[in-house]
């Protein structure tokens, strides 16, 4: 029986994907990119970490009605996607908006209906989706 006849490009196409192959077989078989913040990659274990993130909020004690600036500190070994901002609400939380660079910095008012303090944290998310909060800071309020 007669073997069929390869073409060039096809026997091209063959020993390219050989090559991949073993050039991924040597390395390990991880993948990696190279993108504004160094490379990553991509294999078992490589973001063992969560970020960390920690939040002051300027000035501590303001009348309702008053603007307040919340500052976040975040950081983790592959890198920050984004810090999103919180107020705590009754037994749940507000979105208030996130920002997917530093500085990390959100300004806000205080409820008008508001009494006592008000408290607020952040979120920080890091490149592969892991999140930490960061402990909830008030202001207080003042007639």
């Known amino acids: 029986m007669a073997r069929p006849d390869r073409s060039a490009s096809s026997r091209c196409r063959a020993g390219l994907a050989g090559l991949a192959l ?3 077989g040597g390395c390990g078989g991880g993948i990696y990119l190279e993108w504004e913040h160094g490379w990553i990659g991509w294999e078992d274990g490589w973001d063992r970490h969560a970020p960390d993130v920690s939040l002051v909020v300027s000035p501590t004690s303001a009348p ?10 975040a950081s983790d070994d ?4 984004e810090v999103i901002f919180y107020r705590r609400s009754g037994s749940g939380s507000v979105l208030l908006g996130s920002v997917g660079r ?4 959100w300004s806000t008012v205080l409820p008008a209906d508001a009494s006592g ?16 909060d960061s402990a909830t800071v008030s202001v207080t309020l003042t007639p």
């Open 22 to 24: 073993a050039v991924l």
């Open 64 to 73: 309702a009605g008053a603007t307040v600036t919340l500052s976040a500190a």
């Open 78 to 81: 592959q890198g920050i996607d």
């Open 102 to 105: 530093s500085p990390y910095t």
């Open 117 to 132: 303090s008000v408290g607020y944290f952040a979120r920080a998310v890091d490149v592969v989706g892991r999140r930490t």
